[in-house]
C-alpha cells in the first residue's frame, strides 16, 4: 500500500475497500512470483540432469538441488512471517507498518536467494562447456542457450537497483513482472530450439532423421570419455524408421539410446 497517514483518512468506504482488496493481491503476486522463479530454476537442474551434466559432478548436483529448495522455503517463510500480526498485510486504517507495506526485507532476501542459487546452478554446465572443443562462437552460444541464469540475475539486479531508487509497490510489481518473464522466455529458449530441430528431422532437412534430445556429442571427445549418448526415438514410437547405428539397451523411460559417434550435428 503506498498511502500515508493523510491520504488514508482521504479515502471513502469504498475506495479503502479497493486499497484493501489490492494489499492482498500484492501479497499473493509475492506468493506467485517466488514459486515462479523457483520452479524455473527447478526446470532447469531438471534439463542438466536430463543432459548428463552431471555425471562427473553428482555430489555437487545434490548440493544445488538441496540449496534451492532450502531457499525456495526459507523465501517462502520470509513472506509469511515477515509481517506479523498476518492480517496487516492488507489492513488500511489505521497505516500497516513499512515492513507491511512496502516489504524491502521480502526484496532484500529474494534478490540475495535469487542470484546465489542461479550462480550455483551456473556453475554445473560451464565446466563442461568450457572444455568442448568446438568454435568459440559457438561455444558462447551455447553458454548463452543453457545458461538462462545469467539472464536472470541481470534482471533481478536491475529490479532490485530500480525498487531501490523508487520504493513503491507499482514500481516493484512492474519490475517482478520484467524479472519473471526474462525468465521464462531465457529458461524456454533451449526448449524452443530442441524443437525446432525436431522439425527439421521430421521435414528432411536433417540428414540423419534422428530427433536428439541433447546437442552435446562433441562434449565426449573434448573429455576423454567414451562418446556421449543421444536419445532418439523409440522403436515402437516410429515401426516405419529405420537407423544404421547400433542400439544400446533401451532405458526405463522408452528410450532408446545411439551411439552419437556416428551422428555428425551442426549448431545453427
Given amino acids: 500500500m503506498d498511502y500515508g497517514a493523510a491520504h488514508v483518512g482521504e479515502l471513502s468506504d469504498c475506495q479503502l475497500a479497493r486499497v484493501r482488496r489490492g494489499s492482498g493481491m500484492e501479497l ?3 506468493y506467485t ?4 522463479i523457483w520452479g524455473l530454476k527447478g526446470i532447469v537442474l531438471f534439463m542438466f540432469r536430463r543432459l548428463t551434466f552431471t555425471l562427473d559432478r553428482p555430489r555437487f548436483f545434490t548440493f544445488v538441488w538441496v540449496v534451492t529448495a532450502v531457499s525456495y522455503f526459507v523465501m517462502l517463510l520470509t513472506l509469511t512471517l515477515g509481517c506479523l500480526p498476518y492480517q496487516q498485510n492488507w489492513q488500511v486504517k489505521p497505516p500497516p507498518p513499512a515492513k507491511c507495506s512496502l516489504r524491502m526485507h521480502d526484496v532484500w532476501v529474494s534478490t540475495i536467494l535469487n542470484v546465489l542459487t542461479d550462480l550455483l546452478i551456473l556453475a554445473i554446465p560451464l565446466p563442461a562447456l568450457w572444455k568442448m572443443s568446438i568454435d568459440l ?7 548463452l542457450l543453457l545458461c538462462s541464469g545469467i539472464f536472470v ?9 530500480f525498487t531501490l531508487v523508487g520504493s513503491t509497490s507499482v514500481n516493484l510489481n512492474r519490475w517482478c513482472q520484467r524479472e519473471t518473464t526474462v525468465g521464462i522466455i531465457a529458461v524456454n529458449a533451449a ?14 532437412t536433417d ?11 562433441q562434449m565426449a571427445d573434448s573429455l576423454g570419455t567414451p562418446a556421449m549418448p543421444i536419445l532418439a526415438k523409440s522403436p515402437a514410437a516410429s ?6 547405428d547400433s542400439a544400446l539397451d533401451t532405458p526405463p523411460h522408452g528410450l532408446s ?5 556416428k551422428v555428425e550435428t551442426s549448431l545453427a
Avoid: D
Fill in 257 to 261: 539410446i545411439v551411439m552419437s559417434n
Fill in 191 to 204: 526448449v524452443l530450439r530442441s524443437r525446432f530441430k525436431r522439425k527439421r528431422a521430421r521435414s528432411g
Fill in 153 to 161: 540475475i541481470t534482471a533481478a539486479l536491475v529490479r532490485f537497483s
Fill in 137 to 143: 562462437w559457438k561455444k558462447v552460444g551455447l553458454v
Fill in 28 to 30: 499473493l503476486a509475492w
Fill in 33 to 36: 512470483y517466488c514459486s515462479i
Fill in 239 to 244: 515401426t516405419s524408421e529405420t537407423t544404421t
Fill in 207 to 217: 540428414p540423419h532423421g534422428i530427433e536428439a534430445i541433447t546437442m552435446f556429442p
